[in-house]
């Protein structure tokens, strides 16, 4: 059970963000087997599911349950991160807002239920809980690779079709 600012919290969730198989995850998730695991859920669902999945997760913690998620998808973590945004709104706000994006009021999570993880040069490393939720430089990175390769690729086959097409 954790305890936060003096004040006791029922329900805690543990994000890992990384690759499961490093040793410091591996480390975490062992350290943490008394907690319900959800070890890379994304390897099994559509992401279109990745919402239902953490709302449901965010409810159980919201009930009390101590939750570990070890995930690399940027899709879960942004559903992560609204609902923890959404703790921060006013009641008409969290309504507003949950009926426009079609999310379910109860899976709100407060930040101080949240704490997050991820492994940068081989150590463990506290993510930041900031005003848009967790931030993961390791997701980050890799998505600004991905759109860096995708952009190289397209730009570069277009510059050479439009050079061989003014020739």
Excluded: W
């Amino acid at each position: 059970m954790l305890i936060k600012k003096g004040v006791q919290v029922l329900g805690e969730l543990l994000v890992l963000v990384g690759t499961q198989g490093t040793k410091e995850l591996d480390n975490m998730i062992e350290e943490n087997k008394n907690m319900k695991q959800y070890i890379m859920p994304e390897r099994s669902i559509a992401i279109t599911e990745a919402g239902s999945l953490i709302y449901a997760i965010a409810k159980a913690v919201n009930q009390g349950e101590s939750i570990l998620l070890v995930t690399e998808s940027y899709y879960m973590l942004m559903e992560l991160n609204a609902l923890i945004m959404l703790s921060r709104g006013t009641k008409e706000e969290k309504e507003k807002y949950c009926k426009e994006f079609n999310i379910d009021i109860n899976a709100i999570l407060s930040s101080y239920k949240v704490h997050g993880y991820e492994v940068v040069d081989g150590e463990l490393k506290e993510l930041l809980l900031e005003e848009e939720g967790l931030i993961s430089d390791y997701i980050d990175n890799m998505i600004r690779k991905y759109i860096s390769m995708s952009d190289g690729i397209f730009y570069g086959l277009k510059e050479a079709r439009d050079k061989d097409s003014d020739d």
